[in-house]
């Protein structure tokens, strides 16, 4: 019987207590990152801070509007700016909740932490729908960057712009975002905020992009220097824009750098995964228009394997040279191609398979009328044939000369590449480029702030064991007997 | 200073221009004042009241100067003025905010740039500019596939279709940047039988350079330095001198010097 109760008690309490528990755990959470970012602001040590927003994305799942107003209710009182106490007003506002009773705490409120804050809110609002309100007080949180801009506050604003243009993006109202976009670039670099510039830099190229100005984006992109210490996740997706800038523009080795670089950034796992097949995509493509054949073992890894394969027969078609193959993959994935903005590059890829078939004809025939290269490849008519192989000869596709009265192609003896300098240059890319990686890692690493001074001591104290090392020496003499007398008795 | 016209008499002014361009015999000169007097009626207007250019029916009229302006030098072959005037119209073309009615001039202007920057040989430029345009209208107006088909064939190198597609252009329009086109594409074709070919009759080089007639062949030929022999009929292309082989002394030099300073850095 008693255990029967105890057993109902149980279950009648603990929703009730596991709710109360939960605030307690959300509420200590919070507090606590608070506490990193003030303990990096009194610091200025970035890394605090970052440390605070690491765990910005686990808090989101469990935030709950009430919660932060609480939070945000024992910092009101403390806010000693106006800019800040307006801030936090609006959150608060913006989150439907009501400032209560101000519980007058010791600590000063900084704009780090309003800002933070507004993070927590920008990311409450934008789960619930409210794009609206969310707009609203992304605005507040602009303006109060653009007014305090102090370098502390750079890894928080950088994300709180980073959901400002993610508003705008849901509704689809992304120019609206892009002066103010641009005159916050213009604040961060001059304040010197890297993070903000990089992320800034990244979402107007998203947002250029997304209305297909691409020539503005390459303007921007030319006329302003993405800094050379953000973040490897912005690294990794500026790059990809670039890239597809520049695959645009027909750059394809710049592009083809470019996103390699960005493949190579991001991590590849369950989580970029779609940032992964997006770049693959894109990048499938360019290796083709460079000539190149991807590697088979690419559309072998599992996260890319499903979402690739248009891009793996595409690849095929290219490789085999065939044309009517090629254009029936095009026609059937047309609308996917479509969807990932790729068609107008993959139409660009017919010419790259004319060449493809014809440098196979021409390793296998040391002799070829026009007539059955013409066959071979669908053309239309002979004269449209010999144009094209005259048009490979000069590119370089293939080494051979035509014969125009008896009407056949012939093929030159196929000469042994490591009598070229070819391998050489192979060789100097390669190294290049791990000279390169090197360089970048000594450039990237780390070292603790005050380290060098423990260094210092370090050789004090071993030049200061060193003299009295010196006067041992010089004592030894002395002490000889001693030492004897001391080595007679060990014994 | 002159006080800004008003709407109605740019209009009116608009409608006589835009009469005596449809003329069978246009006044050039005439109307090229009278253009100019348009826009800077326009300019000052705007100046004068910045409010004016939420008016849809101003910028309807706007937008009308500008494509006559792009019209008119394309009759007087003002390549130059032709990008600056199409460079306007693109925010009417591509930003309508104003949910203007889409103009019935814009797909064949938008072609004619295309083609321009083709014939200009600016391939990244007309792909960027492709990438705004309708995918329903790519693949379908006939201005713009013009166009499209023409830059493919470039690619792939069929000049053939090339020199076809002069025979089926959209509007006579196209055919002002199609002859500029033609001399692009006849010194690629230059090129490319230069290095593919040992040597041509005088016959067959006429015909796969375009040429209708001997003399303008043999000029051509005196420009790129070929050896013309009369009495065979032949013409003979300089056989490429084949450098690869060579010792690259400098370039190996420069890259191991490299390498030294790059690895003393490390150790």
């Known amino acids: 019987m008693s255990n029967n109760e105890s057993a109902s008690m149980d279950v009648e309490v603990t929703p009730e207590q596991k709710k109360a528990e939960e605030r307690r755990i959300l509420v200590e959470d919070i507090s606590r990152n608070v506490k990193f970012l003030e303990r990096g602001i009194a610091a200025s040590e970035i890394h605090y801070i970052h440390r605070a927003l690491r765990v910005v994305s686990a808090l989101r799942k469990r935030l709950q509007p009430d919660v932060l107003g609480e939070v945000i209710t024992t910092y009101l009182a403390a806010a000693n700016q106006q800019v800040v106490s307006d801030c936090l007003k609006s959150i608060l506002e913006s989150l439907g909740q009501h400032a209560g009773a101000a519980v007058a705490s010791a600590k000063v409120c900084e704009p780090e932490v309003a800002m933070y804050f507004g993070l927590l809110a920008q990311l409450l609002l934008l789960d619930g729908n409210e794009y609206e309100r969310g707009a609203h007080v992304s605005h507040v949180l602009v303006a109060m960057v653009s007014s305090t801009q102090r370098r502390t506050l750079d890894p928080v604003a950088s994300r709180v712009f980073f959901y400002y243009s993610r508003f705008f993006e ?56 993405f800094p050379p210490d953000a973040p490897n996740n912005l690294l990794a997706r500026y790059l990809y824009y670039m890239g597809r800038i520049e695959a645009i523009q027909l750059n394809y080795s ?38 190149n054949i991807p590697e088979r073992s690419l559309f072998r890894i599992p996260i890319l394997k499903k979402p690739l394969q248009p891009y793996f027969e595409l690849t095929q078609a290219v490789r085999v040279g065939d044309l009517s193959q090629f254009q029936e993959v095009v026609h059937r994935y047309q609308d996917k191609f479509l969807q990932d903005q790729v068609l107008i590059l993959v139409q660009r890829l017919r010419h790259n398979v004319i060449k493809a078939g014809i440098r196979s004809i021409s390793v296998a025939y040391s002799r070829i009328s026009l007539r059955d290269i013409c066959l071979k490849l669908h053309l239309d008519s002979e004269e449209d044939a010999e144009y094209i192989v005259a048009k490979a000869i000069r590119d370089g596709v293939i080494d051979a000369t035509i014969d125009h009265e008896k009407g056949f192609v012939k093929s030159a003896e196929i000469h042994n590449v490591y009598a070229t300098s070819d391998p050489q240059h192979a060789f100097d890319k390669r190294i290049t480029f791990c000279l390169n990686l090197y360089n970048e890692s000594v450039k990237s690493m780390r070292y603790p702030g005050g380290d060098h001074r423990k260094e210092l001591a370090y050789a004090d104290e071993a030049i200061k064991r060193e003299r009295e090392f010196a006067q ?18 060990d014994l | 200073m002159s006080s800004a016209p008003s709407s109605q008499q740019i209009t009116s002014l608009y409608e006589t221009t835009r009469a005596a361009m449809n003329e069978a015999n246009p006044d050039l000169g005439g109307i090229k004042t009278r253009l100019s007097q348009l826009k800077i009626g326009i300019v000052q207007i705007t100046m004068q009241n910045s409010q004016v250019t939420h008016d849809p029916t101003f910028q309807l009229l706007k937008r009308s100067i500008l494509e006559m302006g792009a019209e008119f030098s394309i009759k007087t072959g003002h390549i130059a003025g032709f990008e600056r005037y199409l460079a306007q119209l693109e925010s009417f073309y591509f930003d309508n905010k104003l949910g203007l009615a889409e103009s019935k001039v814009m797909y064949p202007l938008i072609g004619l740039n295309l083609l321009r920057m083709l014939s200009e040989n600016l391939i990244a430029d007309f792909h960027t500019t492709l990438e705004r345009i309708d995918l329903g209208q790519l693949q379908s107006n006939q201005f713009i596939v013009h166009p499209v088909k023409l830059e493919q064939a470039l690619m792939e190198g069929s000049y053939k279709k090339v020199w076809q597609a002069r025979a089926e252009v959209p509007t006579p329009e196209y055919l002002f940047f199609m002859d500029i086109l033609m001399a692009t594409i006849r010194n690629e074709v230059a090129s490319c039988v230069e290095k593919s070919y040992a040597s041509l009759p005088f016959s067959d080089a006429k015909s796969v350079l375009f040429f209708n007639s001997l003399d303008e062949l043999l000029k051509f030929a005196n420009e790129h330095h070929w050896t013309v022999s009369p009495s065979e009929k032949r013409i003979t292309f300089p056989s490429a001198v084949d450098n690869t082989r060579q010792f690259q002394g400098e370039n190996i030099m420069k890259q191991s010097l490299l390498y030294a300073q790059e690895l003393e850095r490390i150790v």
């Open chain 1, 254 to 291: 710049q592009a083809q750098l470019h996103l390699l670089e960005a493949t190579r950034k991001a991590p590849l796992n369950a989580t970029t995964a779609g940032f992964q097949q997006t770049v693959h995509k894109v990048c499938v493509i360019v290796d083709l228009l460079m000539g």
């Open chain 1, 472 to 489: 041992e020496l010089e004592n030894e003499d002395f002490d000889d007997d001693v030492d004897g007398d001391a080595m007679d008795e």
């Open chain 1, 170 to 225: 849901v509704v689809d109202r992304l120019s609206d975002a892009r002066s103010s976009l641009l005159n916050a670039l213009q604040t961060a670099t001059l304040a010197s905020m890297r993070e903000t510039k990089a992320m800034l830099l990244t979402l107007l190229l998203r947002n250029y992009m997304h209305y297909k100005l691409y020539d503005q984006a390459e303007r921007l992109a030319a006329k302003t220097s």
